[in-house]
Nanobody, 125 residues
Framework: QVQLVETGGGLVQAGGSLRLSCVAS????????VGWFRQAPGKEREAVSA???????YYADAVKGRFTISRDNAIKTVYLQMNNLKPEDTAVYYC???????????????????WGQGTQVTVSS
């Protein structure tokens, strides 16, 4: 099992940047796929990005070219670097993990067993 804690959210102006961190405790993260999801008020939770245990990375179309996901297994941390933020990026951001996550499931909420509590990102126009 892993426990996940997200940090790094906050208030930023449009065009600005934030870096979210997802720190895991418990099992080593090496064999886990880790994803970032977000949920805006009144909307469903949606996949943003994921990094597989192989280090293969996936991005939603809405964030390609602006967000970068990375992982550091030695410190059990996954990062989401968010650049050129837009007001529509405003949401609660969650990290999630699952052991041996398949690439085809990177964007499927129900394939992740472990979730963090979320961190708020607010982008002002």
């Amino acid at each position: 099992q892993v426990q996940l804690v997200e940090t790094g959210g906050g208030l930023v102006q449009a065009g600005g940047s934030l870096r979210l961190s997802c720190v895991a405790s418990g099992n080593a993260l090496d064999y886990y796929g880790v994803g970032w999801f977000r949920q805006a008020p009144g909307k469903e939770r949606e996949a943003v990005s994921a990094v597989m245990s192989t280090d293969r990375k996936y991005y939603a179309d809405a964030v390609k070219g602006r967000f970068t996901i990375s992982r550091d297994n030695a410190i059990k941390t996954v990062y989401l670097q968010m650049n050129n933020l837009k007001p529509e990026d405003t949401a609660v951001y969650y990290c999630a993990a699952d052991s041996w996550l398949r690439d085809s499931n990177w964007d499927k909420r129900n394939k992740y067993d472990y979730w963090g509590q979320g961190t708020q990102v607010t982008v002002s126009s």
